[in-house]
């Protein structure tokens, strides 16, 4: 077995969907480009209606993988993770079938994530994070204590406000992005302070490097 970063992740309020094939097929989109984007372990897919899963080789990059989905995806869907660190056994190769405490783990956090969304105070939390038991990583307490306040200020965002950040986490410069929202450099300066912009960018550099 090896040690992986498990994800699973689901829409939020799919089931008020009217347009299910299409929810699934703009679902697919994004998750072929961040197949070719993130390069995953395992390549997230689609699973069962609109819950989906992939693998990747530490919980940086899972960190990562989930923020970038959601940027992706808002304002139109707004997608929820569970992350879990553990080991994951292959009992079949095509179709590709895993098991073990990663997906245990996964699975727990995701839930986490639903039950704390449902929590007057958290209404914002998409994303949680556990470590399988009998298993050495990143504690599950600091990385659920940034994911909290990652999703509070991402949750509040306008969508002017999520292509800025986008732009930011892309590697553009505030002129540039400036450029392409059709808007002055001061106007996107406002936005990185007012909005917290700069400090879920600062965070996501620091939650990358989480192994």
Known sequence: MTEVAAVIGDVVGSRLAGDR???????QQLLDEANEVLAPAVPLRIT?????????????????????????????????????????????AEPRVEDGP?????????????SDAGRAGLR?????????????????????????????????????SLSVLRGLIGGSTQREIAAAEGITPSAVSQ??????????VAAEERLGRVR
């Open 21 to 27: 094939p299409g929810l699934h097929a703009r679902l």
């Open 124 to 160: 914002e939390a998409r994303t949680c994070y556990r470590l399988a038991d009998d298993t050495t990583g990143p504690s599950g307490d600091a990385v659920n204590a940034a994911l909290l306040l990652r999703d509070q200020l991402l949750g509040v965002l306008s969508e002017r």
């Open 102 to 114: 990663a997906w245990w783990a996964a699975r727990e956090a995701i839930e986490a994530a639903k």
């Open 48 to 92: 069962i209606g609109d819950e989906f899963q992939g693998c990747f080789a530490d919980v940086g990059q899972a960190l990562a993988a989930t923020l970038h989905l959601r940027l992706a995806a808002l304002p139109g869907l707004d997608l929820r993770h569970g992350i879990g660190w553990g080991e994951v056994a292959v009992l079949s």
């Open 191 to 200: 936005r990185v302070r007012g909005d917290g912009l700069a400090a879920l």
